[in-house]
RNA sequence: GGGAGCUUAGCUCAGCUGGUUCAGAGCAUCUGCCUUACAAGCAGAGGGUCACUGGUUCGAACCCAGUAGCUCCCA
């Protein structure tokens, strides 16, 4: 091992990892242990590793590497989401890169292409994990289109289909343009946006004057089947009945009455644009309106449209303005906010389109779903999500689960030639159907067309838990049975409709059981100033060079220390440095006991501070683990590290260090003392573990440990119980570590160095037996003779431990005048203080309210007061003021 | 428009059933130290009208009402 003065992770990183893997740590196979299990929230194979990733996995390595050292048999399942609209894109933009056009392939020879892009590229995210340090079952890596996956998403269909819960359907869609695919409500951001409000003139079909319509979209004007109005609107009583003409294409439409018009917004005039406007669509079923859609799938005007044919939506919008300007149709143009979709995947406008699409129906899932959550079978953490949660379960919608996509599970659908279909997971079922269906025993596989289209993805990630295990293909397996539900799934309040309601629904209906007893909601990861991090604003650092700067082990507590549970984390750099110093402090603790040796001849002195630690250690253990058991993450590691930073270095330490002898090549303490701390260090390297794993396997070999067997590693060491705590002993050495701070502070004060000895008298008044812990405060507070006394001795500085007095004699006599008034600033305060106790224990109604140990407190707090209050007195009389 | 949540030290956050010596932590800051493990360190210190206004209570950071600001979700 190397001695150097800092901690140097790059050595160390990899070699620990590849040990992990050859030996099969991470590994899990059914046992009689208890399993804990965690399935990965799958990263989208396009990705690379970002902040949230890594907030995400650290947290989920953390918790299964605690289930681990306590016995359980731990199983962490990675793999990746095959992410249709993502990765399809890319996948086209590499082809436009050699020139080629999606267009001009067949089905096959694109996912061919996609399918060589996927090994290529797909799956770097999961390498990267590594680097992290994330213990995942490697050999269990799934993808969410591997073989079996997609078979089971397609039988899932059929099932679905078969139940009803699967019907087509024409719907307005939310249509990504630039994607050419439908997507999901979920899908969809909406955010504000300036536009223009266009006010346009209609005239009148008689010729008798004109109307005019206020619209954010003039381009659609030629998609117009009605003009439309509020029948109570006095202004327009005329109008009823008559005919207008559209601008510049001078089509004939009616004028229709309903009181779905808002009379104050615009003129109270509504052009009726059914094929692309939702709200449209249903006014134009209610007055039976024919549609007429003048949109591409890719955004540009069709020949329905007679003009501008070609032209790209937002070109057109420009241009009509223009046209309609110079025909004098143009009334004014307003400023105007409002709300806009915007795609999730492709940030493209969405555009309202007609379709013929796939949906799953959601009401009866819904309902088993959401009970799961309010009876507590599943916890959302924090449950301040419990309430999104109902709320979106009981206004549920629909799911569209088709999308026009290659790349994903096609639609088991198979179209006849008059239009019929039939559902069948292969062509041979599905013309078996299609003869009893039709009774036409001629007809034949090339008869048939598999519907084009694909599932979304969500449809195959909402079966991650089950699938992983196999659970769809052989419903009884050994893993399913084993590690089905799953403990606790780790991921980002964002995806809480699209994965995670959707995977309680599908382990409902197909395991009739919730598939996860724990949610633990992360924050999303912002910067500094509150910033979501993102590649545009450039604000994200690079997760790996974070690592390669800190260490992981840094990273992973800079990571947790800024991360309260369910709260948005503001990330910055300076926590990873924390991380790392704490790593440092870690490996140069270990340097100082490593330079020891136990030596027999020397009698054992440390007894005190050796009970002490194992109090302190056992009462830090109990509040870590709690922390623990509520999902304080970032609470459990603080507490390991005040313990090991506070308690262990900065104190017991410091108390039992053997005085530098020189000439020795190894400093001696007493053997007591040696094995106490050593063991005290293996249990710190344990609780240490989960939070950094590097550190600790590198320490935990070393020979100071003695010499291990090859599976005797850290990681799957046993974390200690809690054990005996004395808190007796606990509350004494609070007053002791007081002591031996106004003794420093004394130094500090009179500029005195710490090397120079001074001497402490105690006047104790209490129970507190300081003699006990001579040894502690000479040590730590450098003093040369500790001495009891009953007089107050004159010239020196004094302070109070709770109502114990403390004298350091100084050679430079204290200047009466000053110590003089301190304290009659301290008899001040506490004077007011014994006022506000007495008064409460005056107050008739505080005696007969409050609880007893309340008031015990109060006439504790009281004659605590008093006691010093004499004291005070005394000190005053003596100094004569 | 509907709903949820937040506001405590310069920053990030704890504060559990209203009650423990005038509200805690980490970081940052200030002062002094290169003290034979660690300057990525050690010792010590300072820093608060618990957003605001009112109410309930013997007692409020905590409960209630209102106000302001911020965040998120849904339409």
């Not at 359907?169 to 050419?180: H, T």
């Not at 790209?312 to 149709?329: N, Q, S, T, W």
């Not at 509150?530 to 590649?535: A, I, N």
């Not at 502070?745 to 507190?768: C, D, F, G, M, Y």
């Amino acid at each position: 091992m190397s001695t150097s003065k800092t901690y140097l992770p790059k050595d160390i990183e990899d070699k620990w990892y590849s040990y992990w893997l050859e030996h099969d740590f991470f590994k899990s196979v059914p046992d009689e242990r208890e399993p804990y299990t965690v399935v990965i929230p799958p990263p989208n194979v396009t990705g690379v590793l970002h902040m949230g990733h890594m907030l995400n996995n650290t947290i989920q390595d953390v918790l299964v590497r605690r289930a681990r050292m306590k016995g359980k048999n731990a199983c962490w399942v990675p793999g990746t989401d095959h992410a249709s609209i993502a990765t399809e894109a890319k996948v086209v933009n590499m082809l436009k890169e050699r020139r080629i056009s999606k267009k001009d392939l067949t089905r096959d020879e694109f996912l061919k292409y996609a399918w060589e892009w996927k090994e290529k590229y797909g799956g770097i995210i999961l390498d990267q994990l590594k680097k992290l340090g994330a213990s995942c079952d490697w050999e269990r890596t799934r993808f969410t289109m591997e073989e079996g996956l997609s078979e089971a998403v397609i039988d899932t269909f059929i099932h679905l289909y078969k139940k009803g819960w699967i019907y087509r359907g024409i719907r307005m869609v939310n249509w990504d343009p630039q994607g050419k695919t439908a997507v999901s409500d979920e899908e969809v951001n909406r955010k504000e946006v300036n536009q223009k409000l266009y006010y346009i003139r209609y005239n009148l079909a008689d010729g008798s004057g004109y109307v005019t319509i206020a619209t954010t979209r003039p381009e659609t004007i030629m998609a117009d089947t009605a003009v439309c109005i509020n029948p109570n609107d006095e202004r327009y009583t005329h109008l009823h009945g008559k005919k207008v003409l559209i601008p510049l294409i001078n089509r004939e439409v009616p004028i229709i009455l309903d009181d779905y018009v808002t009379m104050d917004f615009g003129t109270g005039c509504l052009k009726v644009t059914p094929a692309h406007d939702l709200n449209d669509y249903q006014l134009g079923q209610k007055h039976h309106l024919p549609v007429i859609d003048i949109l591409n799938d890719d955004g540009t005007l069709n020949e329905n449209a007679q003009i501008l044919v070609g032209e790209d939506r937002f070109a057109a919008r420009k241009k009509i303005a223009v046209l309609l300007e110079a025909d004098g149709y143009l009334e004014k143009i307003e400023e105007y906010k409002s709300q806009v979709g915007f795609s999730e995947r492709t940030d493209a406008v969405i555009e309202p389109k007609l379709s013929m699409q796939w949906f799953c129906k959601m009401d009866e899932m819904a309902k088993p779903a959401l009970d799961y959550v309010l009876k507590g079978e599943i916890k959302l953490i924090p449950d301040k999500f419990v309430n999104t949660y109902r709320h979106w379960m009981e206004n549920v919608h629909d799911w569209t689960i088709s999308r026009q996509l290659w790349w994903g599970q096609q639609i088991p659908a198979w179209y006849l030639p008059d239009g019929e279909y039939v559902i069948a997971k292969t062509v041979e079922e599905a013309l078996k159907l299609a003869k009893e269906k039709t009774q036409n025993l001629g007809l034949t596989a090339t008869d048939l067309t598999q519907d084009p289209d694909v599932v979304d993805t969500w449809f195959s990630s909402w079966l991650w838990p089950i699938s992983v295990f196999d659970g769809f293909k052989d419903p009884n397996n050994a893993d399913i049975n084993y590690y089905y539900p799953t403990n606790d799934l780790v991921t980002a309040p964002e995806i809480l409709f699209f994965w995670v309601a959707r995977m309680i629904m599908a382990g409902h209906e197909f395991r009739g059981e919730a598939p996860f007893k724990n949610v633990y909601l992360t924050g999303i990861v912002r910067d500094k100033l509150g910033r979501k991090m993102s590649k545009s604003l450039g604000n994200s650092p690079d997760p790996l060079e974070l690592i390669e700067k800190y260490g992981a082990d840094g990273v992973r507590v800079g990571m947790l220390l800024c991360s309260p549970a369910g709260n948005d984390l503001m990330f910055d750099e300076s926590y990873c440095e924390q991380g790392r110093n704490f790593a440092n402090k870690i490996w140069n603790a270990f340097k100082l006991v490593k330079g020891w040796e136990a030596d027999e001849s020397i009698a054992p002195k440390n007894a005190i501070a050796i009970e002490w630690f194992e109090s302190r250690f056992n009462q830090s253990l109990a509040e870590i683990e709690s922390n623990f058991a509520q999902f304080r993450l970032s609470e459990a590691l603080m507490s390991t590290y005040k313990l090991v930073w506070d308690d262990f270095c900065a104190w017991y330490l410091e108390m039992v260090k053997p005085a530098y002898q020189q000439g020795v090549e190894k400093q001696r303490v007493d053997t007591e003392t040696f094995k106490a701390t050593i063991s005290f260090f293996e249990n710190i390297l344990k609780i240490l573990h989960p939070f950094m794993p590097f550190l600790t396997e590198e320490l935990w070999h070393d020979e100071l440990f003695g010499e291990r067997p090859e599976l005797d590693c850290c990681i799957v060491a046993q974390l200690p119980e809690v054990g005996k705590i004395n808190t007796r002993l606990l509350a004494d050495v609070e007053l002791v570590k007081q002591v031996i701070a106004n003794v420093r502070n004394i130094r500090n004060a009179k500029q005195i160095a710490p090397k120079e000895k001074l001497n402490l008298s105690a006047k104790v008044n209490s129970e507190v037996s300081y003699k006990y812990y001579e040894l502690i405060i000479t040590k730590l507070a450098n003093i040369g003779t500790f001495n009891f006394i009953v007089e107050k001795p004159a010239g020196a500085a004094g302070f109070m431990v709770s109502t114990d007095e403390f004298y350091v004699p100084l050679e430079l006599n204290t200047d009466p005048v000053e110590e003089c008034a301190r304290l009659q600033k301290e008899k001040v305060y506490l004077t007011g203080f014994l006022n506000s106790v007495n008064s409460k224990l005056g107050n008739e109604r505080f005696m007969a309210n409050a609880k007893p140990e309340i008031i015990e407190v109060e006439l504790k707090k009281k004659a605590d007061t008093e006691a010093k209050l004499k004291i005070l007195e005394e000190s005053l009389a003596a100094l004569a003021c």
